[in-house]
């Protein structure tokens, strides 16, 4: 909610001093696949850089996932608006994507990590989410280690990291 950003970072704020970690600040800022609602970007940024000029900013698309049918990825219309807001920003941007739909889309989402040194991706899920760890895995082959940071629950996790130390021991 636009609502709460505003008393948010106030709090955040009187915080600053004992803050000795980034901050990173979320919003779900454009419609994306199976999603509408959203917080209004301009104005979410518009008070979150007031207070935060150098916070790295995780800005996202609402989403909804349904396991018993099929779901649409990021469109090349969500990525470019996206791209669109963050293009003249100048902080770190991290664009959080939902994990059963990341591999459908990774040619878009290739795009949007090519724009810019900034941007990064942050693959999570739902506790419910459904996935191959293999899309999970391809991701992280045809992207740079700093690009992508995992935000995923159990057994998803585990998996992932047991499929990464099986590959690095395959290579040796």
Known sequence: SLEAVLPSMKILDAMKDHLHQPVWINADILPGPGGNSRVGAREFLQIVTSFFPDVTLSLAWTTAWYPDRSNEGYSWEMV?????????????????????????????????????????????????????????????????????????????????????????????
Not at 100 to 111: A, D, E, K, T
Not at 121 to 128: A, F, Q, Y
Not at 130 to 145: A, F, G, N, Q, T
């Open 80 to 172: 470019k608006e996206m791209e669109d807001i963050c293009k003249n920003l100048s902080q770190p941007v991290t664009f959080p994507v939902r994990a059963p739909v990341v591999r459908q889309s990774w040619p878009q989402l290739q795009w949007l990590l090519q724009m810019s040194d900034r941007y990064s991706l942050t693959v999570w899920s739902g506790k419910d989410d459904i996935y191959p760890v293999e899309d999970l895995l391809y991701i992280r082959e045809h992207s740079k280690e700093d690009q992508v940071f995992y935000d995923l629950f159990e057994p998803q996790k585990s998996q992932l990291k047991q499929a990464v130390k099986q590959k690095g021991q395959a290579k040796k």
